[in-house]
């Protein structure tokens, strides 16, 4: 994909976020929409373009992420959007050198749940490379996620970039032995995502970060880097876990890279961020969207449109990243719906919150006698 | 004479049940209950609202209640509205898009209990849905008041 500035309807220093319009997901460029809505029998997707000044050999690769699988038997919608996106994976599979799967693939953790995720996968026939998510990890304290997928964090050197996959899930402080908590209550508090319970469970560690350290200290500065995560490398919103707790820590040790993405999922929405010279680009779910936290949305992001929560297959998908011979990191959101962003404020996912103040929630905080 | 007498018995009867209302307003003026509230009395009122409101939030956070059945999804409401965001309770009464009508929160609750969650509809004027109502407005509480906003 090339550089159109017809297409181009939003620039922020150095980010280029553009829009294209596709006929039937084909890389025909349709015309220019400056207000980013749908025209005519196009099918509208969304393209994010992150200069760079780097170079590289470009790649192009899949991300699926929070499928949130509960046993067939008590739900087959998240089943069939899981397969949905897998199948368009495969479909594409040419154009992809791996696909990652970004954590969130039980609801509950459950090995039936991790396993039917597994059956799932073999629909992808490309390399698949794996992080955890929360769900994923504290029924077993992922016993059952590392026998099916491998343990984390990994790394390899693909086309000259730097490719690291971390565990920023897996590491939480422990909120249950002390209250005497079953696997099942704890995975009960972890995975209600406003709960009070499971505290600041997102984060990487002095382990890890020390490991990061280490794995980049023989990468050129100038060189790009890629990391997968499960939640944000930034604090975006706290409560939600919608951050890294040690965030402050891991920007300090990326920031002599100049040319730093991390993708992550858990936030279920289109998100963009900058800290000196990296970038956070949130993904979507498959299973269904989060609404924007009440505070907090960087200023780079643009919000997606507001989800009718009639069709399941709304605001919802995977996405399509690309790492372009200028070491662009281009990011088109497979979301299953005519058009992606809101521009208008009633149409905005955020902008239609200004009358909105909320609360967290009470009746947890007394679950356990505290 | 008869008349005159009449007239005047009716003119004293009013003056008496004027100088009675005057007397009894400038006595009970303070109080539409007729008892002041003291400290215990308004805990007693709140404790009975927060009793609703963490039933609410139970049942908004997948807790059942004997006779209903929000959900066979395995969905629960706090899923796609953590701490009850993007519910807008403060918006309705209001033309609801998905209905195609006019709608309140009550209704707009039942319809995400029947269609995204594949759950049976609750009783609108029932126990469940006062609690769920009282969740979701205290959970929205200082929220600015725009009733009919898309």
């Known amino acids: ?370 | 004479m008869q008349s005159f007498k009449s007239k005047g018995l009716i003119a004293l009867i009013s003056a008496l049940l004027c100088v009675s209302l005057a007397f009894v307003f400038m006595v009970n003026r303070a109080s539409a209950h007729k008892v002041s509230h003291d400290a215990d009395t308004l805990k007693a009122f709140n404790d009975a609202f927060m009793e609703q409101v963490i039933l609410g939030d139970e049942l908004f956070h997948g807790a059942t209640m004997e006779g209903i059945n929000m959900s066979n999804t395995g969905m629960a409401c706090a899923m796609c509205h953590p701490f009850s965001s993007d519910v807008h309770p403060h918006e309705y009464p209001k033309f609801q898009e998905q209905m195609s009508e006019f709608a309140t929160l009550r209704d707009m609750i039942n319809w995400c209990i029947e269609k995204p969650n594949e759950g049976e509809i609750i009783d609108p004027d029932g126990e469940a849905m006062k609690a769920l109502e009282a969740y979701i407005y205290w959970s929205n509480r200082g929220s600015v008041l725009d009733p009919g906003r898309h």
Do not use: C
């Open chain 1, 1 to 370: 994909m090339t550089d159109n500035k017809h297409d181009r309807d939003h620039v922020v220093g150095n980010v280029d976020i553009t829009r294209r319009t596709f006929l039937h997901k084909s890389l025909l460029t349709g015309g220019a929409v400056a207000t980013g809505s749908a025209v005519g029998v196009f099918q509208t997707l969304s393209s994010m373009e992150i200069a760079s000044a780097a170079m590289s050999e470009p790649f192009s690769f899949a991300w699926v992420s929070d499928t949130h699988l509960y046993p067939r038997e008590l739900n087959q919608r998240f089943i069939d959007k899981t397969v949905r996106a897998f199948s368009e994976v495969q479909a594409m599979g040419d154009k992809f050198d791996f696909m990652v799967f970004g954590g969130d693939l039980a609801q509950l953790g459950h090995p039936v749940e991790i396993e039917l995720g597994a059956e799932l996968l073999q629909e992808v026939t490309i390399p698949k490379h794996f992080i955890p998510g929360e769900h994923d990890w504290y029924l077993d304290l992922g016993e059952s996620w590392n026998k099916h997928f491998g343990e984390t964090p990994w790394t390899f050197d693909h086309k000259g970039v730097r490719i690291i996959g971390v565990d920023s899930v897996g590491r939480a402080p422990d909120y249950w032995s002390a209250r005497g908590m079953s696997n099942e209550e704890r995975m009960a508090h972890m995975s209600g995502l406003d709960g009070s319970q499971a505290g600041p469970w997102s984060g990487l560690g002095s382990e890890q970060r020390q490991w990061l350290s280490s794995t980049l200290s023989d990468w050129p500065k100038d060189a790009p880097v890629i990391i997968f995560s499960h939640t944000p490398f930034y604090e975006y919103y706290p409560p939600w876990n919608f951050w890294i707790r040690d965030w402050r820590e891991v920007q300090e040790i990326l920031a002599p890279w100049q040319n730093v993405t991390n993708i992550h999922g858990h936030v279920h929405q289109p998100l963009y961020n900058e800290i000196g010279g990296m970038r956070s680009i949130g993904m979507l779910a498959t299973s269904w969207p989060w609404p924007y936290a009440p505070e907090g949305v960087p200023a780079l992001t643009r919000p997606m449109l507001r989800v009718d929560p009639g069709d399941h297959f709304d605001g919802v998908g995977w996405s399509n990243l690309t790492m372009n011979a200028e070491a662009h990191m281009e990011v088109e959101y497979m979301m299953w719906r005519e058009q992606v962003f809101g521009v208008g404020r009633a149409d905005s996912g955020t902008g239609d919150n200004v009358n909105q103040k909320l609360s967290p929630r009470i009746s947890d905080r007394g679950w356990t006698g505290d």
